[in-house]
Antibody, heavy 117, light 107 residues
Framework: QVQLQESGPGLVKPSETLSLTCTVS????????WSWIRQPPGKGLEYIGY???????NYNPSLKSRVTFSVETSKNQFSLRLTSVTAADTAVYYC???????????WGQGTMVTVSS | AIQLTQSPSSLSASIGDRVTITCRTS??????LAWYQQKPGKPPKLLIY???SLESGVPSRFSGSGSGTDFTLTISSLQPEDFATYYC?????????FGQGTRLEIK
């Protein structure tokens, strides 16, 4: 079955760039919408955006000026870059697949990213 | 952005109880609503999509209903593994949004 795995640094300094990659295994990235969602410690879920395998994107307006998604179909991976991070960006970051009826039916385990000097 | 308000924010219930969680949206979304269950340290798990469709593998004690602006998630008979936080999510607009969550605890 399809599985997702996030990878990237767990600690990022303020004002620097957060970069994460999600690897899709057990299936092809060449369909569906692939999303990033984050969850600050003890808080709720925040949608960051999605990327389609062909490269089309949709970003949360609150993050749009700082976020960029990319996809590498040959590696079955998609990535997130978030610039100029602050402590408010500290969160567990999840990648997820938008499947049937656009609901998020498959999630990665999540990776905790802390923004601190 | 479409706002989602869940109620209650938390509730205590006993094994075997019937539980209902409500999600109200700030504007009509048709049936473009999903429900998730999240346990500590784990990613959310999809329970319901399209307001009332049960995700494959999810026990039939979970059900969803509603359309427009008012939606409910019902657990017909609580089991020990159901104690978790539940989120609703709308995907009617390009900006997907989640409810604030409902924490379900053991009484």
């Amino acid at each position: 079955q399809v599985q997702l795995q996030e990878s990237g640094p767990g600690l990022v300094k303020p004002s620097e760039t957060l970069s994460l990659t999600c690897t899709v295994s057990g299936g092809s990235i060449n369909s569906y919408y692939w999303s990033w969602i984050r969850q600050p410690p003890g808080k709720g879920l925040e949608y960051i955006g999605y990327i389609y395998y062909s490269g089309g994107t949709n970003y949360n307006p609150s993050l749009k000026s700082r976020v960029t998604f990319s996809v590498e179909t040959s590696k079955n991976q998609f990535s997130l870059r978030l610039t100029s991070v602050t402590a408010a960006d500290t969160a567990v970051y999840y990648c997820a697949r938008a499947g049937v009826a656009d609901a998020f039916d498959i999630w990665g385990q999540g990776t905790m990213v802390t923004v601190s000097s | 952005a479409i706002q989602l308000t869940q109620s209650p924010s938390s509730l205590s219930a006993s094994i075997g109880d019937r539980v209902t969680i409500t999600c109200r949206t700030s504007q009509g979304i048709g049936s473009a609503l999903a429900w998730y269950q999240q346990k500590p340290g784990k990613p959310p798990k999809l329970l319901i999509y399209d307001a009332s469709s049960l995700e494959s593998g999810v026990p039939s004690r979970f059900s969803g209903s509603g359309s427009g602006t008012d939606f409910t998630l019902t657990i017909s008979s609580l089991q020990p593994e159901d104690f978790a936080t539940y989120y609703c999510q709308q995907f009617n607009s390009y900006l997907i949004t989640f409810g604030q969550g409902t924490r379900l605890e053991i009484k």
